[in-house]
């Protein structure tokens, strides 16, 4: 006969409990017992729950057998943290956020965007740099920047850019893996998350897809629960933790809930456009390097054909046109240098991903966001 959920709930989290106060008191055998009750009793709930749930619940379980078998692997409190914070279990759940490491992105390697890359050097970068100027200057910090375009426009590679250079704790999440991965739970995930960020001595969160974590309210009630969650992090973190930092990327800022975007908040909007002509040869010129092609390989005549493609096309579209060089190569056993015939060939086929729809989507918004900040000034 099944078990009753809420028991096996109750049940689970007693175990927990008794854990926990085990391994503080430095009883590992027992604690170790209790996480492995708990992990049985998780299994069970499991076993009771569908889809995404029970795939996170069975996932729960197995991180507590982990967390057992490791637990007198791990070095006292005492050594590793400098709060009062006990090394819980917990602490180990919090760090499924963490990204392994920091990215090695670097500023120099985003082609173009030097207004985007000069507007977060002063909002996010510089803060964590040099703190003492900016009390001097009584400069504020702190809320959040979304960086928004359309989809390629190197957003993601700038967020880790941007946890590379101030060299902190980068947490990247994915709204739409906060969403389905946690159905019902994702409040209490986006709280974990701001938990394990905030225990940092400097930590990036950066959201991406933040259109299908916090979706305009009054359509999904799931949806409306995620929003207010998030509102109540934001607001509980801004100002008080100079050191954590807030980005969101987004290709749909339009479908943000627009109380997320309130000063304090993602005050700061930054838009990534498709790249210009000086953007695209940086960015040919990369893909490129070291490739072997003919002597008068015309890299200018690439750019001029690729206005309105995205980063992400561009590099698609040199991978593509040594395709057939590369297969000849191979099959020759020569080095068969690549041409502008082979980038002609690949773009007669490849358009650019972004459609002139999408583009005045953009545009739209951007023009609606400009009026919206020049009422609010006139005010
Ligand atoms: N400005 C750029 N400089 C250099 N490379 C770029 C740039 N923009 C895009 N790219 C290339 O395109 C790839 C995809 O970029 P990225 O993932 O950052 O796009 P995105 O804006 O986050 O897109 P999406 O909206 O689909 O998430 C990168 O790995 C990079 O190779
Ligand atoms: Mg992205």
Redesign the pocket.
Known sequence: MEENINVLSDTFELYMKKGREAKEKGNIALAKRNFLLASETMMKIAKQSQGKLKEARMERARRLIELSDNINKRPQVSSVKKDNNSNTEEDEDLKKWESAKIPDIKFSDVAGLEDVKKAITIKMINPVKYPEKYKLYGKKTGGGVLLYGP?GTG??MIAKAIANEVGAKFYAVKGSDIVSKWVGDSEKNINSLFQAANKQDRAIIFI??MDSLIGRRGVDTHNDKRVNEFLQQIDGFAGKNPNLLLLG?TNRPWDIDSAAMRSGRFSQKIYLPLPDADARRFMLEKNMKGVPVVKDFNIEKIVKQTEGYSGADIEELCDRAKDEPLLQSIATDKIVLVSNDDFDRVLKIFPPSVTQKEIQAFENYNAELGSMIKNKNKK
């Open positions: 989809p957003k993601t991406d897809e990327a």
